[in-house]
């Protein structure tokens, strides 16, 4: 490129949003797991959302841990809603904390949580793509700047510009939150659940298992991936995806 040319963005240029939650405390809990929601026009998805809520006038805050029989139906309802839409794509982290602790191989919660961010991100990018991502609010002190680090460490792992910007929200303020939290969450209770940690009969365990159907599985145990979704296992040591792989690999390890 000639000295003083400005390299320029199309207007075409493949763009996204994600959508950033996690569930469990990493700093106690067995199984904790990150999750993204992406999608290329998220407005769309959203309008999904809102119309279902205009539909049964409810206007409460989507929350698996809420997830009771009289709740199950329409959260089972949302989770349709969501994952038939064509243009959304999840992808997820669990992390066994007695097989592999994140925590101890990278000092602290709040950088644990950060370094799986980072592989999700990654890991989703498709190439050329850049992303801007909602995350929910996750509490760390004043010293630790989630969104700059996550930001300049994608940033760096692609060689370019695929995280535009990251901002956190109260989760309340955002559909794209809620529906991640639900997704993710139900994920993770399969794990619990294996482990004797919850009931798979209970409305939470009927959501969670509705939830993988919906997505195109019945399980997620050992890592599982289509086209569309994925869930992985952390794991110590190994090679982490490739940038603009497109989609997280089962398995997939701290990089």
Not at 54 to 69: A, G, L, M, N, V
């Amino acid at each position: 490129m000639p000295a003083g040319q400005k390299r320029l963005i199309r207007r075409d240029h493949p763009c996204c949003a994600g959508f950033l939650d996690e569930t469990g405390a990493i700093s106690r809990d067995q199984y904790f797991a990150v999750g993204l929601l992406k999608s290329t026009e998220p407005s769309r998805v959203l309008r999904r959302i809102q119309k279902l809520r205009d539909r049964k006038h409810w206007y409460k805050e989507i929350k698996f841990t809420d997830t009771t029989k009289g709740m199950l139906d329409l959260y089972k309802t949302v989770a349709d809603e969501c994952l038939s839409h064509g243009d959304v794509e999840f992808f997820c982290f669990v992390a066994d904390r007695h097989v592999a602790d994140p925590v101890a191989r990278f000092g602290s919660t709040w950088d644990a949580y950060s370094k799986l961010a980072e592989q999700l991100v990654v890991a989703s990018l498709h190439p050329q793509e850049i992303m801007s991502l909602m995350a929910d609010n996750y509490s760390t002190p004043d010293s630790i700047l989630f969104e700059e680090d996550l930001r300049l460490r994608v940033n760096k792992r692609v060689r370019g510009l695929g995280l535009v910007s990251v901002v956190r929200l109260d989760s309340k303020s955002s559909d794209g939150l809620q529906l991640v939290d639900l997704l993710t969450s139900a994920v993770a209770f399969e794990f619990r659940a294996s482990a004797g940690l919850a009931s798979p009969t209970s409305p939470k365990g009927q959501l969670a298992a509705h939830v993988r159907q919906a997505m195109g599985t019945t399980s997620c145990l050992g890592g599982w991936r289509n086209a569309s979704h994925s869930v992985a296992i952390y794991s110590h040591g190994g090679v982490g995806p490739s940038a603009g792989q497109g989609v997280a690999v089962p398995g997939m390890t701290s990089g």
